[in-house]
Structures are given as C-alpha cells and as structure tokens.
Antibody, heavy 119, light 107 residues
Framework: EVQLVQSGAEVKKPGESLTISCKASGYIFNNYWIGWVRQMPGRGLEWVGIINPSDSYLAYSPSFQGQVTISADKSISTAFLHWSGLRASDSGIYYCARQYSTSSEVDYWGQGTLVTVSS | DIQMTQTPASLSASVGDRVTITCRASQVIGFYVAWYQERPGKVPKLLIH???SLQSGVPSRFSGSQSGTVFTLTISSLQPEDSATYYCQNYGSARWAFGQGTKVEIK
C-alpha cells in the first residue's frame, strides 16, 4: 500500500528553524517526484516546490524561492521541507504529494503537517 | 510561471442541478490539468486528471473537458455529498499551479 506519512504538528516562534518530513512507503521512492503544497488557514492550495529524489533536481515556486529548502534522503525514503528562520506567515498546513513523472498526475498525498508560528 | 484562474469563487446550487467550474490557464499547457475535491479537514481527493480522465472510484457524474487553455469541471447532477471546495491544478514541467478554488454549497 502506497503511503506518504508526514511528521507531526509543530508550534514554533518566529525566527526559529524547522524541518518537517514526508516518509514514503509501498513504492520505489526514487521513481516518483515529491512536491510540497501549503494551505494557509481558510485559504487555497499553493505550490511550494518539488524534488526528484533520483537526481535531487529541485524547483521552487517564486513565492517560496529562498524561503524554504527541499531535500530528500533516498536511504530512508524521506523528503524534507526546511525553514531556517520562520515567520508568522509560514503558518499553515503543509502537504507532500507524489508524481510519477512531470507529465503524470499527482496521485497520493500525505496527511498534512500543521505548522503554527506564533510569538 | 503559469497562472490558473478559476471561477466562480463560490456557488450555491440545488440537489440535481448541473454545476460547472472553469479554469483558464495563462499559457498553453497541453492537457496537464487535474481537478480535486477538498472537504474540511481532509486531504484533497483527485477527481480528474489529464483534463478529462476520471480517476478510479470517482462517480461518473463528475467529468472534465478542455477547450484550448480553458478547462471545465462539470457535476452533472449535484448530490449532497458534493458540498466541498474544488481546485484545478496544472502539473506539467516540474511546476505545479493551483486555481483559487470554488466553494460549492447545497441550497
């Protein structure tokens, strides 16, 4: 069974760093891209960025470029989303999702990680 | 980057009504468009991919179509369980873009 299991909810203060994770199982991790999507409270879905675990190719939305870092560790079939200095506006639910190729649909999503940044 | 302009932002319709939601892409994107249903507190559910391919297990009252850069999701006969927010998504070329969402309410 394909699963993307994300790390648990986080409460952080502005300026703190944070890494959330997305662990894949039930398929060959290297064969699928992993994308990240943000949903702010009461708002729509926003694309954050994407990684190809096989070659670490990265692409970011212009809105998130320089604000977050995406990475993946093939040895543990896990993708990561990292902030070096959180802001209140980073609060929201972050989803990871997989895509077989850049021309195929996004077929499985993680359950989401709630990030709350508040002083 | 590609922009997906989704309309309307919300709609209210009766059970049995035909409902149409539209997304317009800012440039030619082929058929790389998906439609999702999102219920409160739930993960988005894939309904349609490749503009018009129905995802396995999705009721046949949902359909998608394309005319150039305009993509349409149609619910042929609205049911109470269809109350949700719907999003279009472009997923080609290692870039994703979502529409703003359409909230569908049942009268």
């Amino acid at each position: 069974e394909v699963q993307l299991v994300q790390s648990g909810a986080e409460v952080k203060k502005p300026g703190e760093s944070l890494t959330i994770s997305c662990k894949a199982s039930g398929y060959i991790f290297n064969n699928y891209w992993i994308g990240w999507v943000r949903q702010m409270p009461g708002r729509g879905l926003e694309w954050v960025g994407i990684i190809n675990p096989s070659d670490s190719y990265l692409a970011y939305s212009p809105s998130f470029q320089g604000q977050v870092t995406i990475s993946a560790d093939k040895s543990i079939s896990t993708a990561f989303l990292h902030w070096s200095g959180l802001r209140a506006s980073d609060s929201g639910i972050y989803y990871c999702a997989r895509q077989y190729s850049t021309s195929s649909e996004v077929d499985y999503w993680g359950q989401g990680t709630l990030v709350t940044v508040s002083s | 980057d590609i922009q997906m302009t989704q309309t309307p932002a919300s709609l209210s319709a009766s059970v049995g009504d035909r409902v149409t939601i539209t997304c317009r892409a800012s440039q030619v994107i082929g058929f790389y468009v998906a439609w999702y249903q999102e219920r409160p507190g739930k993960v988005p559910k894939l309904l349609i991919h490749a503009a018009s391919s129905l995802q396995s297990g999705v009721p046949s009252r949902f359909s998608g179509s394309q005319s150039g850069t305009v993509f349409t999701l149609t619910i042929s006969s609205l049911q109470p369980e269809d109350s949700a927010t719907y999003y279009c998504q472009n997923y080609g070329s290692a870039r994703w873009a979502f529409g703003q969402g359409t909230k569908v309410e049942i009268k």
